[in-house]
């Protein structure tokens, strides 16, 4: 008898995403997201154990795990790398964004313990049309003319030094979290904390978990998703990551967008195909893509070497890496989807179901 999707918990699933985007966690500074997700995978039974790098693993004791569901835990940020002459801050990205999406970001500024000192706003180096004239449009926008304004109000080298802000300070980028009555969440960070959520809602729906090993990375947007450890034993994995909404895409904006391609290349199979048939099952809305720009968490385990089978199911999302807004109804699918998931290792025959796109 085929499984049915347990029913997903709308408001859990909001108010566990609106937690974590409250919770800085650029790419390997994940120890507050980690401080957060472990008791809340604990309280589903699940055994939670770190890598010496900081990701998460997660699952039932004594299991012996063969697939894994993976979510990156850390986002985009910066880190101060000088100071101006001006009393702001020079600063170099954490992760791949463009600096034209940092102008108007406020941030945070975190000491050596990971305590926030100060916050501030990265501004354009010219930020004022009524002191540059049309030079603020003429201005290049890359990181080199981005500039960190703190609200401090001394801004010398010794004053910051008091709140424990120089070279290498951590610098996180506030989500500016706005829910909208028609059902859109926009904040910085969905990317890949809306995953989580869906992760949660998942396990909290009652879905069975045994087979399956967790997966929580602290360093994707830098690349470096899946290590050795994470996949040991692992023969499938299901990524879960943003799906990019924009031209020559073909995005499923109320449901999952199964990636076919990413910039490593095919993603498996068998992994896929599974995905798809639980969709089509499931009368899940989807569609399927190709991400030519594109890097999951499992891409760095098969570039080690690992052998996996890699599938790539993702919420849709406007504005990628930048102002990021999903609809609540795409979170829900993919949550479904997750269950779906855990509770069949094999796929049967595909039906018709409603698709995006």
Not at 124 to 140: L, T
Not at 275 to 285: E, G, K, N
Request: include cysteine; glycine fraction near 10%.
């Amino acid at each position: 008898m085929a499984a049915t999707a347990p029913a997903i918990d709308t408001d859990y699933l909001v108010e566990c995403l609106t937690a974590m985007l409250d919770i800085a966690s650029p790419s390997l500074h994940g120890e507050a997201m980690a401080e957060w997700l472990t008791p809340r995978l604990e309280a589903y039974g699940l055994e939670v154990t770190t890598t010496v790098r900081g990701d998460l693993m997660a699952a039932l004791p004594n299991d012996g795990p063969r697939r894994a569901i993976t979510a990156h835990l850390d986002t985009l940020g910066a880190m101060v790398v000088g100071q101006r002459a001006d009393g702001r801050l020079a600063v170099r990205p954490i992760g791949h964004w463009n600096a034209r999406f940092a102008g108007g970001a406020r941030v945070r500024l975190h000491d050596e313990t990971g305590r926030v000192t100060a916050v501030g706003t990265l501004l354009p180096e010219k930020a004022s049309g009524h002191v540059y004239n049309e030079a603020v449009d003429a201005q290049p926008s890359d990181w080199a003319h981005i500039a960190l304004r703190l609200d401090v109000n001394d801004t010398s080298q010794t004053g910051l030094a008091s709140l424990g802000i120089g070279v290498g300070s951590l610098v996180s980028i506030e989500s500016q979290t706005v829910i909208t009555d028609s059902g859109f969440i926009n904040a910085r960070h969905l990317d890949n904390k809306a995953a989580i959520a869906c992760v949660l809602a998942a396990l909290q729906s009652g879905a069975a978990t045994p087979g399956t090993r967790l997966l929580f990375s602290c360093a994707e947007e830098l690349g470096v998703g899946l290590t050795a450890p994470m996949v040991e034993g692992i023969e499938e994995v299901l990524n879960l990551d943003i799906a990019a909404q924009g031209e020559g895409q073909n995005v499923c904006h109320d449901g999952v967008t199964v990636a076919m391609m990413d910039s490593l290349g095919p993603l498996h199979p068998v992994a896929t195909q599974r995905v798809l048939q639980l969709c089509r099952r499931h009368a899940i809305p989807h569609a399927r893509d190709c991400f030519p720009f594109y890097y999951c968490d499992g891409d760095s385990a098969t570039k080690a070497g690992s052998d996996l089978r890699n599938a790539l199911a993702c919420f849709g999302a406007d504005a990628s890496h930048g102002w990021e807004r999903v609809h609540i109804d795409s979170l829900i699918a993919l949550a479904r989807l997750i269950a779906l998931w855990w509770q069949h290792g094999e796929s049967s025959a595909p039906s018709s179901s409603r698709r995006c796109g």
